[in-house]
């Protein structure tokens, strides 16, 4: 009896507090945790509604847990206060940031694809000048003398007022307004002597930069480059003489002997050498067997093209020792906008742009030259 009411004295504490729930049968849990059945009900009819006992405190009707295990329920269910949605300023920042990268994306993908075309005009406008110098080279290189009155080597610098000739360009990085580039233009033809299917010929090449264009409608392009091509047989009467006219006076739409190479031709000079390697100009005193004043002519240089001569003609026997070629062609980009201009503009704009124009230079040897025609 004293050990029962010293248990029944003691404070209920923590640890001691146990669920029980009491099933149909239970009376051996029951009995283990010291409770005892309802009044009224015995061991093995026990209802199915039984009661929770709790240790040291009263019974909890199972209403009652049930009440408590739906308040429980429904506080794990309601969510915490840190988990909720974007507000409309997150959402702002995030499209102003993905718009940021799609910019930067698009800024990277525009300049590789500029550099990509750069690239490929660069390339085609190579190829082009390249062609057109080679073709040059092999119709300057197999110059042969006429040993007649009939010319060898002709070369004339352009004088037109529509587009500008020559075209001045002020230097990159060149503050001075006075220095500036000259493009001159030059045609030049020259006579050969090749055998077509099996018959000796006089063959006649040149080519001439047109730059008198009255409408826009003759040559849609500007500096549009043209080869002269055509032969004769040698057995013909004055057969050189009418390759030599037929370049001067035969139309450039006529095709053939004309024929179109490339569009932007701004600049092209030829430049003939004696035996002595020094440059024939109108200053220079070529002793030859021949009359000089005959079998090669010189003409004084225009003011803007100093010492260009104006005109050079050989004779006879007398061809140049060695030509050098200079070809300046400019970018096709630079070139299509140039033509939506006309007079002045058109000329400004070209002056501007003196870093698009791209330079061929080449010295020829001529095979035939006649190393005793300059004795």
């Not at 009155?149 to 070369?155: D, K, W």
């Not at 001159?184 to 090449?205: A, C, D, K, M």
């Not at 002056?351 to 230079?361: E, K, T, Y």
Request: hydrophobic letters at 40%; a positive charge.
């Amino acid at each position: 009896m004293k050990k029962q009411s010293r248990d029944q004295s003691r404070e209920p504490r923590a640890e001691d507090w146990r669920w029980r729930i009491l099933q149909p049968s239970v009376g051996r849990a029951s009995s283990r945790a010291g409770f005892g059945t309802p009044r009224g009900s015995g061991s093995s009819g026990a209802s199915p509604h039984q009661t929770v006992l709790l240790s040291g405190c009263r019974p909890i009707l199972p209403s009652t847990l049930g009440a408590m295990a739906r308040r429980s329920g429904a506080k794990a269910a309601r969510p915490s206060t840190f988990a909720r949605a974007f507000t409309l300023v997150e959402i702002l920042v995030t499209m102003v940031l993905l718009s940021l990268i799609v910019l930067a994306l698009m800024t990277v993908f525009n300049s590789t694809q500029k550099a990509f075309r750069a690239s490929l005009t660069q390339t085609d406008l190579l190829e082009s000048g390249r062609l057109a110098m080679g073709l040059m080279v092999s119709d300057l290189e197999g110059m042969t003398p006429s040993d007649s009155a009939s010319v060898n080597f002709y070369s004339a610098v352009t004088n037109y007022a529509s587009p500008v000739s020559p075209l001045y360009q002020s230097l990159v990085g060149v503050n001075n307004p006075n220095t500036q580039r000259t493009n001159v233009l030059e045609s030049f033809f020259s006579l050969s002597r090749q055998n077509i299917n099996g018959h000796p010929n006089w063959v006649g090449t040149g080519y001439v930069v047109s730059t008198n264009v009255p409408d826009g409608t003759l040559y849609p392009s500007l500096y549009p480059l043209y080869r002269f091509y055509t032969n004769v047989s040698v057995m013909a009467t004055n057969s050189p003489l009418t390759l030599y006219n037929a370049f001067l006076q035969t139309p450039l739409t006529n095709s053939p002997p004309w024929s179109h190479l490339m569009d932007g031709v701004v600049a092209l000079t030829v430049h003939a050498y004696d035996a002595n390697g020094r440059w024939i100009t109108n200053s220079l005193t070529v002793t030859t067997n021949a009359n000089f004043t005959n079998w090669v002519t010189v003409y004084p240089p225009y003011p803007f093209a100093v010492p260009e001569p104006r005109i050079l003609y050989m004779s006879s026997n007398v061809v140049p020792a060695s030509v050098e070629v200079e070809l300046g062609v400019l970018e096709d980009a630079v070139l299509k906008r140039a033509e939506g201009f006309s007079g002045a503009a058109q000329s400004d704009y070209l002056s501007n742009h003196v870093g698009q124009v791209h330079l061929f230079r080449q010295r020829v040897l001529i095979r035939n030259v006649d190393p005793t025609a300059y004795q």
